[in-house]
């Protein structure tokens, strides 16, 4: 249904065009033949609505000149900003009964596109009538399009020809409009652009004073008026005062009950041309001079009034079709005031976004992501200036009591305190991030002095006042510093974690550096590195397979490939001894390579061997979320099957899933174009959000065997496991746990609800001919034999 206040106005600028009831005019005629003519129908028409009737301005193939608005499709057609399709008004809600449908013309189909008038009013519709049913795509509709738009051309060409405005010429109107629509577009100097309009305004009409202001709203709905540009009135102290007012922080008018205010409320335009007797009178600030003669024009941007105008002292003063020949400009402020918010909108939700994205909400603190930005270009700058870089990783002691015993709120403030701290304990351009939970981390520029460190620490330490509490607590911290520690930001951060979990265990409260050398020897990685290239090109590098048990149906369902280096001096090496060396090389992402290739040629080889099994590969984080991965995937499945895919499972590690959420959420979305699962591997260390976890699609997850071989007799390892179970069966994953070793811990597992398990238990990896004859002889009942 049409606006009311949208409708007068629509009627109005229609009464200005002059264009209903004349004879016709070859410039219309010749578009509707072309349509007639193109689409192959009984008619195409160019209709006009007024008030009560629909009027045919051009009609081919129809003998009437008018129907009652009421029945007219053209009235549906304006309602909407896009083309009406109707392909068959018979199966249409809105048409079936339509007299026009039910008797002649039997219209069937329609189409329509509004016309609008130059001030953007639609006031009709050029559309093709036909009386079979027709199926049109609105890509074939193209060329209707294109005529409505000369229609709308010729209709700006003849009102600009006419200019039969009393007060405002056509074409200085459209000078102003053109004016407007170039400063509100090409500056951002919102304060000039409303002046500028409000200098056209006064020059249109040969007002003395003027203003132009946006309507706004208060909470409680109340509309109020901020002043974009108003006449200089500075010609006395008071007046001189209130101008510089205005320049300086703007002008607010919030009185609805005097002239300047009641269009706010009525949305109409207010004329009075006696202004000292007009009992509406009121509002003008001390010492502003007299004014005679008033109007107040609203400005709206479809049934929203956006802005008002008004204009005051014209000689012979205001009548309301001053606002009528306006129209058009009040059209064009209206949109561009629309526009304008908009785009604040979206600068401000943009805003919002970034800081959401990038900062913690609870302390203001940059988050995991914005910490790694802000760490990379930290790491590059040390490196221009062969300066250090420390990595503070901090976990506080004590946090989990506190939040228990007085709950989130206090828990919070408490965070929000430590926040602080931190931050007036650190230098201007050091880095202080919160990761999460209790834990946070500081990024310190050429620490020379271990002091620096015991000073952060110092300040968690303070008593924390919060209301009628006073709260104790400390933290433990982990710290490695770059470049002694040459590795990437994702691996100092993890290697600075690794530190604070020894400084747990050496009775909190302290820091402790990380111990590179006992981590791994850098010169056995620069040996391993040096040696896996030529074990990939020599064939030296084979999967094992460790079977992967059903409960429910108590067989083996599939293999875990697990890959063994065949090492000419050393024999068979398992992962432990190379990969974590070759991770962030290139040589991950030529292991992750061959690792691929070979299980899906196996599960190739399962297919026409009619074999049932399913393959897991383990991922490397680097090579998951390297740009080249997705490539990988589709050249290594380019000849598979739908059922070849589906049974190939890639597991990635949870905290690979933390490390970089944008690339992990897109290569998911990758996996599952290209058909293969995703198991969550080492489920229960990373320590997933909810919300996470939710947006992971991950089809499996694998409970970590830390959790599964301490379960019974560990409670808290009971609790997580069965957490995560129930975690997963919400959200309808498949569940592995792996690491069983007992029969004890697979019936507990069982009675929790857990799918599948693998383990010592059942079997250790194996070379693929034992795997596959380790499957083959499997039973539920000899299953505790390789306990044995």
Known sequence: MIN???????????????????????????????????????????????????WFKSRQGLDTTETPRSVAFCDYAIQQDKLLLVEDATRDPRFQKNPLVTGKPHIRFYAGMPVREPSGFKIGSLCIIDDKPRQFSEIDLDILRSLASIVEDELERSYIDSDNNEYVPVSHLGRAIHRAQNVFLTSD??????????????????????????????????????????????????????????????????????????????????????????????????????????????????????????????????????????????????????????????????????????????????????????????????????????????????FKEINDEHGHAVGD???????????????????????????????????????????????????????????????SMGVTVYPDDDADADLLIRHADQAMYA????????????????????????????????AIRLGQLELYYQPKICFSRRTVVGFEALLRWNHPQEGLLGPGHFLDHIEYTEYARSVGNFVIRDAVSLLQDFEQKGLPYTLSVNLSPSHFLGPGFHNDLARALADCSGAVRARLILEILETTALDDTDRVLQNLRACDELGVD??????????????????????????????VMDMLENTDSAMIVSAIISLTKSFRRRLVAEGIESAAVEAKLMELGCDLGQGFFYSKPLPLGQALEWAKNFSWESRALSEA
């Not at 006696?274 to 109007?295: E, M, Q, V």
Request: net charge neutral; charged share 30%; proline share 3%.
């Open 678 to 707: 995703i198991s969550l591997d080492d489920f229960g260390t990373g320590y997933s959000s909810l919300d996470l976890f939710r947006r992971l699609t991950a089809q499996e997850i694998k409970i970590d065997r830390s959790f």
């Open 503 to 534: 400084a747990k265990e050496a009775g909190k409260n302290t820091y402790t550096l990380f111990d590179l050398d006992s981590h791994f020897s850098r010169k056995e990685r620069v040996r391993v590195i040096e040696q896996i290239g030529d």
């Open 189 to 398: 100097n919102e304060r000039a652009a409303f002046e500028l309009m409000l200098s056209d305004l006064l020059s249109l009409t040969g007002s003395q004073f003027g203003f132009v202001g946006e309507v706004l709203h208060r909470q409680d709905q109340t509309p109020y008026l901020k002043i974009g540009a108003i006449t200089n009135i500075a010609w006395s102290p008071e007046t001189q005062a209130l101008y510089q007012e205005v320049e300086r922080r703007g002008l607010v008018f919030e009185r609805l009950d005097n002239i300047m205010g009641r269009p706010m409320v009525t949305n109409e335009v207010i004329v009075s041309n006696n202004l000292a007797s007009d009992a509406r009178r009121g509002g003008l600030p001390k010492g502003h001079p007299p004014i005679r003669s008033y109007i107040g024009i609203p400005v709206f941007s479809g049934e929203r009034q956006v802005g008002l105008v008004g204009l005051a002292n014209r000689s012979g003063g205001y009548k309301a079709k001053l606002a009528e020949e306006l129209e058009p400009l009040m059209q064009t402020v209206g949109n561009l005031i629309e526009r304008k918010w908009l785009y604040q909108e979206k600068r401000e939700h943009q805003k919002s976004l970034e800081q959401a994205a990038n900062y913690d909400a609870l302390t203001g603190l940059p988050n995991r992501r914005r910490l790694t930005e802000l760490f990379e270009q930290e790491l590059q700058e040390a490196n221009e200036r062969n300066g250090l870089v420390s990595v503070c990783f901090i976990d506080l002691d004590g």
């Open 413 to 475: 403030a408490v965070l929000k305190s430590v926040a602080s701290r931190l931050l007036t304990s650190v230098r201007t351009h050091d880095v202080v991030a919160r990761l999460g939970g209790d834990e946070f981390v500081a990024i310190l520029r050429d620490v020379d002095d271990e002091r620096v460190y015991a000073r952060l620490l110092d300040a968690i330490r303070q008593p924390i006042s919060y209301k009628h509490y006073v709260l104790q607590l400390s933290g």
């Open 4 to 54: 009311p206040g949208i409708e007068r106005r629509r009627l109005a600028a229609l009464d200005r065009l002059g264009i209903l009831d004349t004879p016709p005019e070859e410039r219309f005629e010749r578009l509707t033949r072309i349509a007639r003519q193109y689409y192959g129908v009984k008619t195409a028409l160019f209709s006009v609505l007024d008030e009560d009737r629909q």
